[in-house]
């Protein structure tokens, strides 16, 4: 503990200046906890706080320390608001949250003020003053709301309270120790510099012969050392049984008097509770910035190293993009006028051919003196086209091939080599043809030297204008194509410029924001370290710590205090419940055998003897599988040792190693005491340890070993987003998995002396499947195997389905809670699973044991308790559960001394036997009674038969051929088809509720991911938190989707079961009609299987809801602005295709399972129909037609029968 050496150097100037400083900044939450510690350093009151693990007993605890009564004390949660008490004039203050106080003067109920505690309400606080107290004057003790409750707002009111504190005791519960939740908070404490002394209350749970004190202690020790809290001292305690060697309870109540007198000046510490809210101030600024930035839109403004340069970069890119169409421009038209200017078009062989092409085209030419017409037509015609065809040559030569090569050239350069327009420039070309030549030529000009100049001068000119008209043209075409292919990347560039310049102007409003934070710091390091509040500030903090709270009159309390919830007591029954008239099995056993031997040696009874015989060795060889379920430390191993009579399982020390437990009947194989462990292979350890690390990004195709030695290379088994129970199994495979590599997938006999060590040293249990124990003992000798299942709270996934497998097919189940702990999340979603199938199964199969039941002070507390957790139970879908309260330790205790057991444990042991040996076996026995009627009637009709003549038998014969036929016609029109509707409908409408529930489930779910105290940091570090909440709430909500298909799963089996009977009871009243005297056995229950169902939202990931994730704005608009509720109306809207898609799937395969399976069953009825049919005809026949047997044997046969079934009256029917 640390030592102050001189007095504190607060003062009111201090208190004044950083009251202000808070006001001004809008941060009233600090500012009204600052007047609590101004308040507190005035009067110079020390203040010491109890917390901890709800229902550990701190109310008690403070109770007995003060030596008074005055705080609630319940198994279930009780304080909900912080209870602060201190001696003076008896009285007791209630703050109310609007402001107001009220004060009740003695005599006051101290009742109405425990009622106040234990409900929230619109109270704030509430302060007791006791008169006669041990208390010293100036100190005060706090209680406060237990931080693990399920209700978040519990842990916000404690921690609200610890900028009071200068010393805290922390109250654990004695099988709560290595809760997450505690050392979390226990964390926050130390980061605070608040002195802890720990306390482990309820150490009178601890079972000496399951593990040894000392032992018990170096573990939390460990545990402490694990999670780097050092606390001031560690205490064990227990207020129940104060004699116990261990219990240091007068060192506490020695200790709480040491540092509230002499020790007082050493703990009273007021700079660190300023110094708590100065970081807290700190805290809020920072919200507010980052809210700011958020509303702004400046989280997001990180410009980079090389911003500026890119900014640089960008602005010269879109320039020049911008220059490129006129410097192609520039370029093309350059080209093409150069070509033109230096293209000689008409050399002087040229011009000599274009004057004989224009002496052709005179009037008066002809050949000759007497040239004929033909020929002068035909030389006219030779000259025109070896003009044209030589000019062609040069325009193809001197222009066309230099402008086709200069333009690819060019657009080469510039990146056009666009096909279409690569085959324009490559086919640019002038048509000229001898009309053309001819337009040109002047009407009337004489053919002479300067003319035939002039004249190719033309020529020339209009050669190069309609190549000039042709490059224009082209130039559209290139100029479009160059543009379209400048465009997208001169968007993207001024699209990027337009972010950069936003960017730029983020970046400084960023730094003028990050400049105002800042100094708003500095601001407030100046004021603590040089106050100098104004006398009106100083007179402002005055008034606000008086007028904080303001009287109210007695008739408002008295309408505010909520009125207590009378909760009924409840009589235990008696041991023995009701039973129905039945006998016991032996008896019916007995008779089914002395059936046999009545029906043996009558013709044609062979299959009814085999129907009773089938009977009987189910009934006589039965076994039954009962799982035990619970939350780790529930005490479900010692429960199981309570059942049996001895200690036989060892008890887990640690949530991550819980394995598969099953306690055998002992078998030719096994023997007594013979324990197998069945280890794991590297696939399944594998995919355990993958399951863990899921979120990580882990390389594919790894083998174990690789894995291991990748997991020890990054770390993952120390990584801060890895759940503690995460981080032990993965510490213990790592550690372990060298002794055990060479074992993994082998079975290992061990006895039982020895399964210890297997069982409870971690780096040996982190890589057992299962272990099966054959032990001897009462309950196996009955064919009850007991199933020890992992904690609801187990880490390993794989847990989930075996889980539902038990909760299918198991006989009982058996689900344990701990007296005074209420259901956590594990609990929870459990008790969920188990309130969807329940109505599912034919006989309600579950027992609810509320263990440790000892720990109760009194039969009323007791039945308090019971009606809270029936209430809970309610509300999680289970109606009417059977609810037991016992106390393994007490019991067991019991039958080791061989004294008689409690009578809850009688009366639980009672309706289990009841249950196990009388409603299980009642479908079989009432089955076994149905055959015997069956035999008597046949019996019957076997002596009618005797006594009819050759007449009557042909009759019957004839008779019995026809009903034969009938009975296998009704058989063939029982149509599968004519029930697969009724089985589709009933699925489709199944899965439409399961969205529905999902709609309404996705609240609760998001409030336990998303909360106070799971996002607490402010820019990218509450973006990781929302990635990571977002994360669990995909789990979650995937884990449930999952569990809803199976639960749908169950209930379709259970209508499917239902159906057959249908089916089966509509056969027997229609073949009543045909004959009678033709029964059928009753229906067997079909064994269905139930499709594999992977869990929901799998591949999905924090990527696909950025922009949800988005409209996060600092926690203070989150939570008290109500911020959370938009977003999960968003992220429920963006996650509910996911959900469909996934209910649309796993639809199609229920469907096709579910329907092949009902044909088969449908099938396997006609075969069984067909059987039973033929065997039917065969009797009758044989009764005809064998020797017959003599009818005075044959009577007393008959009435032996019958007088055996007259004691099963009424069950065969």
């Not at 043996?600 to 035990?628: C, M």
């Not at 594998?686 to 770390?715: G, Y």
């Not at 996705?1002 to 929302?1026: R, S, V, W, Y």
């Amino acid at each position: 503990m640390r030592t102050k050496t001189e007095k504190s150097r607060i003062t009111e100037q201090h208190f004044a200046a950083f009251y202000q400083l808070m006001m001004d900044h809008g941060d009233t939450n600090n500012a009204d906890k600052l007047l609590e510690v101004y308040e507190k350093w005035g009067s110079s009151r020390l203040m010491i706080g109890f917390a901890g693990h709800f229902s550990a007993g701190k109310s008690s605890m403070i109770d007995y320390l003060l030596g008074t009564s005055v705080l609630p004390k319940s198994p279930i949660p009780t304080s909900a608001n912080v209870v602060m008490i201190q001696s003076g004039h008896a009285g007791a203050h209630l703050y109310f949250d609007d402001g107001t106080i009220y004060t009740y003067e003695e005599p006051y109920n101290m009742e109405d003020i425990k009622e106040h505690a234990r409900t929230k309400g619109n109270v704030n606080k509430i302060g007791i003053h006791l008169q006669e107290s041990t208390l010293p004057e100036g100190c005060t003790v706090i209680d406060t709301p237990g931080i693990d409750a399920a209700d978040d707002a519990d842990r916000l009111i404690t921690e609200s309270s610890l900028h009071l504190l200068d010393v805290l005791f922390y109250v654990m519960d004695y099988n709560h120790v290595q809760s997450e939740v505690n050392l979390q908070f226990l964390t926050k404490v130390q980061d605070y510099g608040i002195p802890v002394f720990i306390i482990i209350n309820q150490i009178d749970k601890h079972n000496a012969k399951e593990l040894a004190f000392e032992e018990f202690t170096k573990k939390i020790k460990q545990t402490f050392d694990q999670w780097k809290l050092s606390p001031e001292a560690i205490y064990y305690s227990s207020l129940t049984e104060q004699d116990l060697q261990e219990n240091e309870i007068s060192a506490i109540k020695s200790k709480l008097v040491s540092l509230m007198t002499t020790e007082k000046q050493e703990v009273y510490d007021i700079e660190r509770s300023v110094g708590q809210l100065k970081e807290e101030h700190k805290e809020y600024l920072q919200v507010m910035h980052e809210h700011e930035l958020t509303s702004r839109g400046l989280q997001e403004t990180e410009a980079g190293e090389n911003f500026s340069e890119r900014m640089e970069y960008v602005n010269k890119a879109i320039s020049e993009l911008r220059a490129v169409p006129q410097q192609v421009e520039e370029a093309f038209m350059h080209e093409l006028n150069t070509t033109l200017k230096n293209a000689y078009l008409m050399p002087a062989e040229l011009r000599e051919k274009a004057r004989l092409f224009l002496e052709a085209q005179q009037k008066d030419f002809k050949i000759g003196l007497f040239g004929s017409k033909k020929k002068t037509e035909a030389e006219r015609t030779k000259r025109s086209e070896d003009f044209l065809e030589t000019l062609q040559k040069n325009m193809e030569t001197s222009i066309r091939w230099k402008l086709r090569d200069k333009w690819t050239e060019l657009l080469t350069h510039y990146q056009l080599q666009d096909p279409l327009l690569m085959e324009k420039v490559q086919n640019i070309a002038v048509s000229y043809d001898i009309g053309m030549l001819c337009d040109l030529i002047k009407p009337g000009a004489k053919i002479t030297g300067d003319y035939v100049l002039v004249y190719t001068g033309d020529v020339t000119t209009d050669v190069k204008q309609k190549f000039k008209q042709k490059a224009l043209q082209l130039w559209e075409l290139i100029d479009s194509k160059l543009k379209e292919n400048l465009n997208q990347e001169l968007v993207a560039y001024e699209a990027e410029w337009q972010k950069l310049e936003q960017t730029h102007q983020k970046q400084e409003a960023l730094e003028m924001l990050e400049h105002h934070l800042s100094e708003s710091c500095n601001e407030l390091e100046c004021v603590l370290n040089n106050p100098q509040p104004s006398a009106e500030s100083l007179a402002k903090m005055n008034r606000a710590l008086k007028t904080q709270y303001k009287e109210i009159d007695k008739q408002d309390v008295i309408n505010a205090v909520p009125k207590p919830v009378d909760r009924p007591t409840k009589d235990i029954p008696d041991s023995q419940p009701k039973k129905k008239d039945t006998l016991p099995i032996d008896r019916l056993l007995d008779q089914l055998n002395e059936a046999m031997d009545i029906l043996s040696g009558l013709p044609g009874f062979q299959t009814l003897i085999q129907d009773l015989s089938q009977k009987h060795e189910r009934l006589r060889n039965r076994t039954y599988t009962v799982a035990l379920f619970g939350a780790f430390s529930a005490g479900k191993s010692s429960f199981a040792n309570a059942l049996m009579g001895e200690y036989v399982l060892p008890s887990s020390p640690n949530p991550t190693t819980a394995v598969i437990n099953r306690i055998n009947p002992v078998n030719e194989t096994n023997g007594h005491g013979t324990a197998v462990v069945t280890l794991k292979d590297k696939d399944v350890l594998k995919d355990d340890i993958v399951n863990l690390i899921r979120h990580f990004d882990v390389p594919d195709a790894m083998s174990l070993d690789e894995l291991l030695r990748w997991i020890r290379k990054q770390h993952l088994h120390m990584h801060e987003d890895l759940a503690k129970t995460s981080k032990d199994f993965l510490h213990a495979v790592l550690e372990g998995y060298e002794e055990m590599c060479d074992s993994l997938a082998q079975e290992i006999a061990v006895p039982i002396d020895a399964l210890k060590d297997y069982v409870t040293n971690e780096q040996k249990a982190s890589f057992i499947a299962s272990v099966d124990l054959y032990y001897d003992c009462p309950i196996t000798r009955q064919g009850i195997t007991l199933v020890d299942t992992p904690g609801a709270d187990s880490v390993n996934a794989r847990h989930t389905s075996v889980a539902f497998d038990y909760i299918k097919y198991a006989d009982a189940i058996f689900y344990i809670t701990y007296y005074n702990h209420a259901f956590a999340k594990a609990d929870r979603d459990f008790l969920l699973q188990l309130g969807r199938v329940k109505e599912s199964f034919q006989k309600d199969k579950m027992f609810f044991v509320m263990n440790a039941s000892d720990l109760a002070t009194d039969q009323t507390e007791l039945d308090f308790v019971r009606g809270y957790i029936e209430e809970q139970l309610v509300t999680y879908g289970i109606r009417f559960p059977k609810l037991y309260a016992v106390s393994s330790k007490q019991s067991l205790d019991e039958k080791i001394n061989g004294t008689p057991l409690n009578k809850e444990m009688a009366v639980f042991e009672a309706a289990f036997d009841h249950f196990i040996h009388e409603e299980l076996t009642a479908i079989t026995k009432h089955s076994a009674v149905r055959d015997m009627h069956r035999a008597t009637e046949e019996v019957r009709h076997y002596m009618d038969a005797l006594q009819w003549n050759e007449e009557e038998k042909e009759q019957f014969h004839a008779s019995l051929k026809l009903k034969e036929t009938s009975l296998k016609q009704l058989a063939d029109e029982l149509h599968a088809a004519s029930y697969t509707q009724k089985i589709s409908q009933k699925l489709e409408k199944q899965l439409y509720y399961v969205l529905e529930r999902l709609s309404i489930r996705f609240h609760d779910l998001f409030k336990e991911t998303f909360n106070p105290a799971t996002i607490t940091d402010t820019g990218k570090g509450a973006m990781e938190q929302l990635e990571h909440c977002l994360q669990n709430l995909l789990n979650d909500t995937g884990y449930e989707l999952m569990q809803e298909l199976r639960a749908v799963s169950l209930r379709m089996e259970s209508f499917i079961a239902d159906i057959k009977q249908e089916v089966h009871h509509y056969y027997v009243r229609q073949s009543n009609d045909i004959d009678s005297a033709f029964m059928l056995p009753d229906a067997e229950a079909p064994e269905l299987e139930t499709p594999a169902y992977e869990q929901a939202f799998e591949n999905l990931g924090a990527q696909t809801f950025q922009r949800e994730l988005k409209l996060f704005k600092g926690t203070k608009a989150f939570f008290a602005k109500n911020e959370k509720e938009v977003m999960k109306e968003a992220l429920y809207d963006r996650l509910y295709p996911y959900a469909r898609q996934y209910i649309d799937d796993y639809h199609q395969l229920m469907q096709e399972t579910y329907i092949n399976q009902w044909n088969i069953i449908m099938q396997e009825m006609k075969q069984m129909i067909y059987h039973h049919v033929d065997g039917y005809r065969d009797r009758q026949i044989a009764m005809l037609t064998e020797q017959p047997v003599d009818i005075d044997v044959l009577s007393e046969k008959y009435h032996t029968l019958e007088t055996m079934l007259a004691t099963y009256e009424g069950l065969e029917s």
